[in-house]
């Protein structure tokens, strides 16, 4: 009774205070030009094995989305929370969230009052200070890699070497990379806390969140190599990366395939033992990557174009559940791609389905080594 009286009280309030910023209309928009033009939708290619997969399951791939016009917007006074929105009396700056369409009303109503009410964490500087990632960037090895560093090159063009907000606690691999941009002065946000920036850089999303543009993925790459020392692409690996020592989304029938992931020569891998320089270099002599959806496959973002990436993917396709963010980075990448659709082993709920462990068909998977390696079949 008291849960219900709650949601209908926060009900409520989050009305009347969306009400309230409504009357001041929507905040879209910033002093700051345009530094990348707008893109039109272009065509997607299916995966490389489609015509093997389910017809409602393939039907899902191959629709791009347009690209609007990229800026970095300069904000006076703006305040942001920990994981990456901004907003300022009432209103929410909606290109802060926009690459997210389904979290605006997460980050609406009452939300907004913690302009006033939250944890503040003030930032004494007369300095431009730079924002560049989003609400799921915070501790998500994707979301930093893909979204937040393409906008790191956007800042750098406007604001070089200016502070970083980011979130804590603060992985090295964040350290690493925003330095390697030429960011070394972060400024961390205290998990649930709320700064106020006297003067703010927001650079827009690349593109809509699981999509990406291909020239500044590149370019992050390329970065991201100079700054290791790795002057080019080198060596034949196949590399299985395994998510056993993971709690979601693991393999349960591994085992089963170890004899014909050595048949076909290759190595198991776990991510999580690797620093991110080690994962860098091992994806620059990889040839052939395999993998769990995951954020292990963020590190294709480090192969050679027309190297190819298998994604074993729950079989699902419940809007909740499937995500071809991996589809798209791949072709952004230029690489080939195999989708191979697998079985979930949770239940009806749609956050368990995501985070489902997953069993592989040992033949499908064989029929896409086929494929990919006919001299060895």
């Avoid at 879209?28 to 030009?33: E, H, K, L, N």
């Avoid at 006033?116 to 007369?126: E, I, K, N, P, S």
């Avoid at 292990?296 to 993917?313: D, H, K, Q, S, Y």
Wanted: glycine share 8%.
């Amino acid at each position: 009774m008291k849960a219900r009286i709650y949601r209908l009280a926060k009900q409520v309030s989050d009305g009347g205070i969306r009400a309230l910023g409504g009357l001041r209309g929507s905040w879209t928009a910033a002093d700051g030009p345009a530094l990348l033009p707008a893109v039109p939708a272009q065509p997607v290619p299916l995966p490389r094995n489609a015509d093997q997969l389910p017809a409602d399951f393939r039907a899902l791939f191959g629709h791009g989305i347009a690209l609007a016009e990229r800026r970095v917007h300069r904000l006076h006074r703006a305040v942001v929370s920990w994981h990456g929105v901004v907003f300022q009396h009432l209103r929410l700056f909606l290109p802060s969230v926009w690459a997210t369409p389904r979290l605006p009303p997460e980050f609406d109503g009452t939300f907004l009052l913690r302009q006033w009410l939250g944890r503040r964490h003030d930032v004494a500087t007369a300095e431009v200070v730079g924002l560049a990632h989003g609400p799921w960037a915070a501790g998500n090895y994707y979301h930093w890699l893909v979204d937040t560093l393409p906008r790191l090159h956007l800042l750098q063009r406007t604001h070089p070497g200016c502070p970083l907000l980011v979130p804590e606690p603060i992985p090295a691999y964040v350290r690493q990379t925003a330095a390697m941009f030429g960011f070394e002065r972060l400024v961390p946000l205290p998990a649930g806390a709320v700064a106020r920036v006297p003067e703010l850089a927001m650079p827009d999303y690349p593109a809509p969140s699981g999509f990406q543009d291909g020239s500044l993925s590149l370019a992050s790459r390329n970065r991201v190599m100079e700054a290791l020392g790795i002057a080019g692409f080198a060596g034949q690996r196949r590399v299985y990366v395994s998510r056993s020592r993971q709690r979601l989304r693991r393999l349960l029938n591994e085992t089963a395939i170890e004899p014909l992931l050595t048949q076909y020569g290759f190595e198991t891998l776990y991510f999580e033992e690797l620093s991110f320089a080690e994962q860098v270099r091992l994806m620059t002599e990889t040839t052939v990557l395999v993998g769990v959806h995951g954020a292990n496959l963020t590190n294709m973002l480090f192969m050679r174009p027309g190297a190819t990436v298998v994604e074993l993917m729950n079989r699902s396709t419940h809007a909740e559940v499937f995500n071809p963010c991996y589809y798209y980075l791949a072709n952004a990448l230029q690489l080939s791609y195999y989708c191979l659709p697998c079985q979930g082993t949770s239940g009806e709920d749609h956050w368990q389905a995501n985070n489902s462990d997953l069993e592989v068909e040992y033949a499908a998977l064989q029929r896409v080594f086929a494929n990919i390696f006919p001299s060895d079949f």
